[in-house]
């Protein structure tokens, strides 16, 4: 090993194909097996190189509803993004699924913190009150805010009180949910994301794609433009490692002189007012340890009442989102460096009154692994930035409405309703039912178009009565096998575009168990 | 109405009524053999990161090249001088050319590899993200089976700042393909050493 090993900067100028250090250990471990854990890739997923341009997300037109079909067609019209995303993501799904199976306990696990997230979510009041007393005994300033335009004022309040002009943070969906971002370049406010793929969507000027991997939908050669563009590295240098290590190089500097740091929550304690941040960057410790003023900005669904909880939640998050045992990092900030100053934003933002929503407030138990994005058909080919919204996939489909029930009226139908996105969520959360009941809310609004409303209508009355449908579920099998291919494969069934509709079984379960099992126990 | 008062409320108003009792949470039977430092180990590997064993003469053996390359040593730990005095570091920002940074870790965790660092083992808690390299003691007798009883400790109640590290600092966000010293450090090497007397 030589200096030259231990500081890669002194290796510029070695550029394509290898410009990692001799010794970079980041592929193998030290008994050679291949390494997988973080967000990495089970096997290599390489785009082919062959510039594709790359798909952009839904138009967004104020209030409009957002025409995710649109944005989807775009995406599958780009077939090595398409492919790239599908296979990235399914091989995250995957590693979640030998994760969860390594686990004896799994299902109990989910169990508990669902029980835990639906009893603190039960006593929300209680526990934030808890954690605001014991935050400010450890010498933390604790703000509320109603909104994400609270938030936004409350922080810039801090920051002019201490002359912050710059501003280093770690990935936060609730920062997204804010416009944070917008808002402070409005006020002069410099805010530079530290995490690699948010780093890549802020200067590409996008909005994250996934909860966990903001740039998955970019192939590297994205990367390469984007960097080249803004950070001036080498246009058709885009090996991977060069690419992360000029995001380290560049992004370094600012860490160092940002006047203020900010993370966002993973999990607040009640018990000790802690906020946990789990990354693998290492990124929100920088943001948290480095700068002299740090803030936090809290959901305040996050909060858990004791640290004993925590261990539930930490053994869930990381298997179910990256098929990892844990995140590299797991922090636990509770109070200020000595000579610092720390502040906690606890933000409701629409979250009190979802509380209130019968059908659908389960969905605050949401822990943002992505799970059920990774493992959804519709999102795997059509890409988080086509659902136009700040959350997207299928968790996406019941919070987004929550916000605007008018521009996210059509999300509720993208999906095939397969369920899968319920059977991986790490706090069972029952997002497809919920996606079928906002779709009842939304025809009953009038918040969706005539054409999908006669849909619903009919689809409503059918599922409201068995024997109905279980006779249209046998009709619309046959109906399968009988109807010319334009008749399946039409602009009102936008998923059956670039699929084949599965084969309809020759008879129904139902009719199967009439006919064999009810005919044997003499009925 | 201030902000505070007008999320309790409606939380109040709004909150599910029902008896939603707070589970108890079990230890667990550890998903670990009973040879906790080799499994502390084999996990620790896994997750990218490296375990070394002190050597007979020189218990830095393990780690003794990464140390003679570097040129910037921050010692936490009394086992060994380096020649970047934390004690006397006022500002985060000073430790940024540090190469490799040594501390001892308060616990280990067999079923992650996971080591704890608390502000009081770090002195300068930036030092174990802004150094390129890290080198972690650990005493053997430290290590605690699986998470669930890692999270029975002290430490995340009375610690300003208490952090899980599980190997170094890691991206794959782009193409998934895993890369070591995202932000933070670029390896991290856990030297199985019990604690000096």
């Not at chain 1, 490692?241 to 966002?264: C, F, V």
């Not at chain 1, 521009?407 to 319920?422: A, E, Q, R």
């Not at chain 1, 009919?458 to 109905?468: E, F, I, K, Q, W």
């Amino acid at each position: 090993m030589s200096v030259e090993d231990l500081n890669p900067r002194e290796r510029e100028g070695v550029i394509h194909p290898e410009v990692r250090a001799r010794s970079d250990e980041s592929e193998r471990s030290q008994d050679g097996g291949r390494l997988q854990h973080a967000e990495a890739a089970s096997k290599p997923i390489r785009a082919p190189k062959v510039r594709e341009p790359q798909p952009r997300g839904a138009k967004t037109r104020g209030d409009r509803p957002i025409n995710q079909a649109e944005a989807a067609e775009r995406f599958l019209a780009a077939p090595l993004h398409q492919a790239a995303h599908d296979e990235r993501l399914w091989d995250l799904r995957k590693k979640r699924d030998a994760s969860a199976h390594g686990i004896p306990e799994w299902e109990e696990l989910r169990e508990l913190a669902s029980q835990i997230k639906t009893h603190t979510l039960s006593h929300l009041d209680r526990y934030l009150e808890q954690f605001e007393a014991a935050a400010k005994a450890n010498g933390v300033h604790v703000h509320w805010a109603k909104d994400g335009a609270d938030h936004n004022r409350i922080v810039l309040e801090i920051l002019r009180s201490h002359g912050a002009k710059t501003l280093v943070k770690s990935k936060s969906m609730l920062t997204e949910e804010c416009g944070f971002r917008h808002h402070m370049a409005a006020n002069g406010i410099e805010v530079i994301e530290t995490d690699l793929g948010e780093r890549i969507q802020q200067l590409d000027n996008e909005e994250p794609s996934h909860v966990v991997a903001p740039a998955v939908h970019k192939t590297r050669m994205d990367v390469a433009e984007v960097f080249a563009k803004t950070l001036g590295t080498d246009p058709d240098n885009d090996d991977a490692h060069y690419l992360a290590e000029s995001q380290r190089e560049t992004t370094r500097p600012y860490i160092l002189k940002a006047d203020a740091g900010m993370t966002g929550c993973n999990f607040a304690i009640a018990e000790t007012g802690s906020v946990v941040t789990c990354t693998n960057e290492g990124n929100a410790d920088l943001s948290g340890n480095v700068p002299p003023l740090q803030i936090h900005s809290i959901g305040i669904e996050k909060i858990i009442p004791k640290v004993e909880h925590l261990g539930v939640f930490i053994r869930l998050l990381s298997r179910s989102a990256l098929g990892s045992p844990i995140t590299q990092y797991t922090s636990h900030f509770r109070a200020p460096r000595k000579g610092t100053e720390m502040h906690m934003v606890l933000v409701d933002n629409g979250r009190s009154e979802r509380l209130g929503m019968e059908e659908f407030w389960t969905s605050l138990k949401c822990i943002r692994c992505g799970a059920c994005m990774n493992t959804c058909p519709v999102y795997r080919r059509s890409g988080g930035l086509s659902y136009g919204a700040t959350y997207s996939g299928p968790i996406g489909l019941i919070i987004d409405p929550t916000f605007n029930k008018r521009k996210y009226s059509t999300l509720p139908f993208s999906s095939t309703m397969n369920g899968s996105c319920t059977n991986v969520c790490p706090v069972k959360i029952n997002i497809h039912e919920q996606i079928f009941a906002w779709r009842k809310v939304l025809v009953e609004e009038h918040q969706i178009p005539a054409l999908k409303q006669g849909m619903m209508k009919a689809a409503g009355a059918v599922l409201s009565r068995p024997a109905a449908y279980r006779a249209a579920i046998g009709a619309a099998d046959s109906a399968l096998k009988v109807l010319p291919r334009f008749a399946v494969y039409n602009p009102l069934n936008t998923w059956g575009k670039k699929r084949e509709m599965p084969e309809a079984p020759r008879q129904t379960f139902h009719a199967w168990y009439k006919q064999n099992r009810m005919k044997d126990t003499g009925r | 109405m201030s902000a505070r008062d007008a999320i309790l409320t409606g939380i109040r108003r709004n909150r599910p009524t029902g008896d939603f009792p707070l589970p108890e949470v079990p230890l667990f039977t550890p998903l670990v053999g009973d040879d906790l430092v080799a499994e502390f180990g084999e996990r620790l590997k896994r997750m990218g990161g490296r375990v070394a064993e002190p050597g007979t003469d020189d218990v830095f053996a393990g780690v003794r090249e990464r140390l003679d390359a570097a040129t910037v040593i921050a010692s936490a730990v009394p086992e060994l001088t380096g020649n970047r005095d934390l004690r006397s570091v006022r500002y985060p920002q000073e430790v940024e050319d540090v190469d490799v940074a040594l501390v001892r870790a308060v616990f280990g965790i067999a079923e992650t590899g996971s080591v704890l660092f608390t502000e009081g083992q770090l002195i300068v808690n930036a030092v174990a993200y802004l150094a390129q390299h890290l080198v972690v003691l650990l005493d053997p007798a430290d290590i605690v089976p699986n998470v669930q009883a890692a999270y029975r400790r002290p430490e995340f109640g009375r610690s300003a700042y208490a952090v899980l590290h599980t190997g170094p600092s890691a991206t794959a966000d782009i193409e998934g393909v895993l890369i070591h010293g995202a932000q933070g450090v670029r390896s991290l090497t856990v030297l199985m050493l019990p604690r000096s007397a």
